[in-house]
């Protein structure tokens, strides 16, 4: 029996294939948002039922009880907003209407929206209550600064999901991973988060955490919003070396995770083990400075967030893990519950060092990651 | 906040100071009965309340019950009877009195009890009911077969704990180590259940559940019930050294479990988990053939029990896991649900490979124990 999805039941917002042709000839004469990339994806998980049990953008209630106590205007706990913003140019453009069409970058509409509320959502109040600071150096905060200072509330019938051209078999909505799931009978399942190659401090953390469930899913994000991060499909060829080399097929599995990464630190952790339960998993890992950017969040608000709901409001049980290491005198990977050993016995490098041992055609030492994992790095810091 | 204790209070079946010299007096013309090295066991566990809820050694009602369907008659989940056995004759000796004297092989009277039932309880069907076999080569059978058919039933007053002169340190009670999380702010901690020296796999599942929680404590039995097991003392010195060397001791305490080893496979399992319960842990290992002997039990039964009951009726949280190894192409230690790797990969022992080579002077390979470990074990195995 797998954990039953946030709010109870699976959203799925795709009109039946016989109305898709009806509803876009509708929809030709409403007028039109363009959603940008983080709108794109939400619209995509929205439509999947990854936001289960949201139905659309957020109205005004849900919006400002979601900023001030990360719960829906009905207490279900849901810690991000999820919007369509316009500026007020669009706002103008959409007059009285009340249904609006949303379109791709390249005009074709993906959905029809049923408009029930324009409202103001000002940016950077808005930014505080969600990144803790509006420094328009964090990520988060630029993507909004980017948006309109309003918000379209409403409920979306979906016509076409976003078209994807990368890594197709590793796209799973959360019906397929659920079904996935009890094909290989698995009811407990834990989720990982990741924008980064495997080293063996992830591995570790995740194994660690499998020996106590039936099964593991690595969720990668593959929108790379950081110019630093090492690109989504060298990351790919890293997760399928590994995978193919030291993870049992019986006990895990890819997918990848369509989120527009936010870097909300706490609040996009438990909104990232929401997700994941409705994926269908039974636990979720919360590391150090779970979804964090710079200094803005302390290394274990994202792991102590979760003391404010009851865990059953949660549902998914979220697991803690601190920074993991190889040990030379434990001769084994561990963190510092595990080893009683210092620091100078601890092999422990910052993504700078690996980032400028890798670009020096250097692979960084066995102890820290996987030669299969070394070997694909180094070729791709070659050739960028 | 601990995990409440097994029925929700701690039992302590004590005196106080003041009322033990009068209740020796009175007890000196009770007729007594002479408790055998498990009931001595059962006793302290009793006094304790390492037993809570019990009260006093079992009731005909709540020893049936707990034989059909592990739960005392008023439902609470309890696995294995606690019983004072009794042969014909000191049934007669007893003749009519309603208060008997317990005493130890020393003739110390250790407690008074309250005799509320004396019942028949036949010794080959209670074998089977619990053991699943009355084979006399089982050892919890031979236990059995060396006391009476008949059981007291009744309500202790505890005017003297056993002596004990081993190890002392490490003898704490439930209401010792529940103080000793709280001081150490512990409030998920997992227990671990041994009767065997610790080798690398035992560190690896122990560690791999430690990251998820904030502290383990390791409970060995010491009260050595089988001849080929490694004596208490020496086991003791390869778990201070094993500590001394690889365990944080912020994280992680040893402490001992003073049971008779019942080899009761999943039952006991289940039994040893709701002990643990009333030590402070929140979780508790069960690993392989827990608790079991020869070819009695399934290799997973003692996991697959824990799904009779709901988890609340449990209340600590078992952890299961496989037979751990060190991998050579992982060069790590994993389990099958970790490790892709076949066999001829897998550095593992079984018990009598390993005490053949101790007995050879030869240290197990590095992958399989700690030196610190092995050192100990050699020399003990050369003054044996």
Same mark, same amino acid.
Not at 49 to 56: D, I, K
Not at 303 to 318: A, H, K, L, T, V
């Given at each position: 029996m797998l954990i039953p999805p946030h709010g109870g039941a699976l959203v799925d917002l795709r009109l039946t294939p016989d109305d898709v042709a009806s509803a876009r000839e509708n929809a030709q004469k409403m007028p039109r948002i363009r959603l940008d990339r983080k709108e794109i994806d939400d619209l995509e998980m929205l439509a999947?039922?990854?936001?289960?049990?949201?139905?659309?953008?957020?109205?005004? &209630?849900?919006?400002?009880? =979601?900023?001030?106590?990360?719960?829906?205007?009905?207490?279900? =706990?849901?810690?991000?907003?999820?919007?369509?913003?316009a500026t007020a140019e669009e706002i103008d453009h959409i007059g009285t209407s009340d249904r609006i069409a949303l379109e791709n970058e390249t005009g074709t509409i993906l959905a029809v929206m049923e408009l029930h509320e324009r409202f103001l959502a000002e940016r950077s109040s808005t930014a505080r209550a969600i990144y803790g600071t509006d420094d328009p150096a964090h990520p988060g905060v630029q993507t909004l600064m980017s948006e309109g200072d309003f918000c379209l509330g409403g409920s979306l019938q979906v016509l076409d999901l976003p078209a994807r051209k990368r890594f197709l078999p590793y796209r799973l909505e959360p019906s397929?991973?659920?079904r996935e799931f009890e094909k290989r009978g698995w009811s407990r399942v834990v989720g990982f988060q990741t924008r980064n190659p495997l080293h063996h401090a992830h591995e570790y953390i995740q194994k660690c955490a499998l020996e106590e469930v039936d099964g593991l899913i690595l969720q990668p994000i593959v929108d790379d919003p950081k110019p630093d991060d090492v690109p989504a499909a060298v990351r790919m060829k890293t997760y399928? $070396?590994?995978? $193919?080399?030291?993870?049992?097929?019986?006990?895990?599995?890819? &997918?990848?995770?369509?989120?527009?990464?936010?870097? $909300?630190?706490?609040?996009?952790a438990v909104f990232h083990a929401l997700c994941r339960k409705n994926y269908g998993c039974s636990h979720f890992i919360v590391g150090r400075d779970h979804a964090g950017v710079g200094n803005y969040y302390g290394p274990y608000d994202a792991?102590?967030?979760? &003391?404010?709901?009851?865990?059953?409001?949660?549902?998914?049980?979220?697991i803690f893990f601190e920074v993991a290491f190889y040990c030379r005198r434990c001769e084994n990977m561990a963190t510092l519950k595990t080893c009683p050993h210092k620091a100078e016995d601890h092999v422990l490098y910052s993504g700078t060092q690996i980032r400028t041992m890798l670009r020096a055609g250097e692979p960084p030492p066995r102890e820290f990651t996987r030669p299969?994992?070394?070997?694909i790095l180094i070729e791709a810091y070659r050739t960028l």
């Open positions: 999947t039922g990854v936001y289960s049990p949201l139905r659309g953008f957020m109205g005004q &209630s849900d919006f400002f009880s =979601v900023l001030e106590r990360m719960r829906l205007k009905d207490d279900t =706990v849901w810690p991000l907003p999820v919007t369509l913003r397929d991973t659920r399928e $070396a590994i995978f $193919a080399h030291y993870y049992p097929p019986e006990h895990s599995m890819i &997918s990848i995770f369509p989120e527009f990464m936010q870097y $909300a630190g706490p609040r996009e792991q102590r967030i979760f &003391s404010r709901f009851e865990p059953n409001e949660i549902g998914i049980i979220p299969e994992v070394a070997e």
